[in-house]
Antibody
Framework: EVQLVESGGGLVQPGGSLRLSCAAS????????MSWVRQAPGKGLEWVAS????????YYVGSVKGRFTISRDNAKNALYLHMNSLRADDTAVYYC????????WGQGTMVTVSS | DVVMTQSPLSLPVTLGQPASISCRSS???????????LNWFQQRPGQSPRRLIY???NRDSGVPDRFSGSGSGTDFTLKISRVEAEDVGVYYC??????????FGPGTKLDIK
C-alpha cells in the first residue's frame, strides 16, 4: 500500500524552528518528485515546496523562500521540511504529497506558531 | 502566478441530484507538450485531500464514475451525476502547468440540503 506519514509538528514560538518529516512506503521513493502543501485553520490549500527525485532541484512559494528548506533522504525513504524564522501565519496542517500532481497525500501534521 | 477561481463557493445539493463546480484559470493551462495539467481534489471533513481527477478528465483509481471532469484552456468543470452523502466536503481545482508556484482554487464546499 502506498503510504505517506508525516511527523514533527507541534507548538513553537515565533522566530523558532521545526523540522517536519514524511515517511514514505509502498512505492519506489527515489523515482518520484515530492511536495509539501499546507492548510491554515479553516482555509484552503497552499503549495509550499517541491523537490525532484534526486534532491538537486527544489522550489518554494514566495512566502517561505529563505526560511524553509525541503530535503530528502532516499536511503531512508524520507522527505523533510526544515522551517526557520517561523511566523504566526505559518500555522497550518502540513501535508506531504507525491509528485507534481499530488496523487498521494499523507494525513498531515499540525504546526502552531504562537507565544 | 496563475490565479484559480471557482464557483460557486458553496453548493447545497439534494441527495441524488447532480452537482457542477466551475474552475477558471487566469491563463491557458495547455502545456507545451499538449497536455493540460488541471487536477481536482476532494477533502472530506477531517480528512486529507484526495485527488479525484488529473489532466482535466482522467479519474483516479477508485473514484466513482459519477465524478467527471471536462474543459479546456481556461475553463473547467467537475460534475457529480448523482450526489451521495459521502460526497460532502470541499472540492479544489489545482493547476500544475505553470509552476512554480502550483496554485489551488479557493475551494467549493458541497453539502446536502
Amino acid at each position: 500500500e502506498v503510504q505517506l506519514v508525516e511527523s514533527g509538528g507541534g507548538l513553537v514560538q515565533p522566530g523558532g524552528s521545526l523540522r517536519l518529516s514524511c515517511a514514505a512506503s509502498g512505492f519506489t521513493f527515489n523515482n518520484w518528485w515530492m511536495s509539501w502543501v499546507r492548510q491554515a485553520p479553516g482555509k484552503g490549500l497552499e503549495w509550499v515546496a517541491s523537490i525532484d527525485e534526486d534532491g538537486f532541484k527544489n522550489y518554494y512559494v514566495g512566502s517561505v523562500k529563505g526560511r524553509f528548506t525541503i530535503s530528502r533522504d532516499n536511503a531512508k525513504n524520507a522527505l523533510y521540511l526544515h522551517m526557520n524564522s517561523l511566523r504566526a501565519d505559518d500555522t497550518a496542517v502540513y501535508y506531504c504529497a507525491r509528485t507534481k500532481s499530488f496523487d498521494v497525500w499523507g494525513q498531515g501534521t499540525m504546526v502552531t506558531v504562537s507565544s | 502566478d496563475v490565479v484559480m477561481t471557482q464557483s460557486p463557493l458553496s453548493l447545497p445539493v439534494t441527495l441524488g441530484q447532480p452537482a457542477s463546480i466551475s474552475c477558471r484559470s487566469s491563463q491557458s493551462l495547455v502545456y507545451s507538450d499538449g497536455n493540460t495539467y488541471l487536477n481536482w481534489f476532494q477533502q472530506r471533513p477531517g480528512q486529507s485531500p484526495r485527488r479525484l481527477i488529473y489532466k482535466v478528465s482522467n479519474r483516479d483509481s477508485g473514484v466513482p464514475d459519477r465524478f467527471s471532469g471536462s474543459g479546456s484552456g481556461t475553463d473547467f468543470t467537475l460534475k457529480i451525476s448523482r450526489v451521495e452523502a459521502e460526497d460532502v466536503g470541499v472540492y479544489y481545482c489545482m493547476q500544475a502547468t505553470h509552476w512554480p508556484p502550483f496554485t489551488f482554487g479557493p475551494g467549493t464546499k458541497l453539502d446536502i440540503k
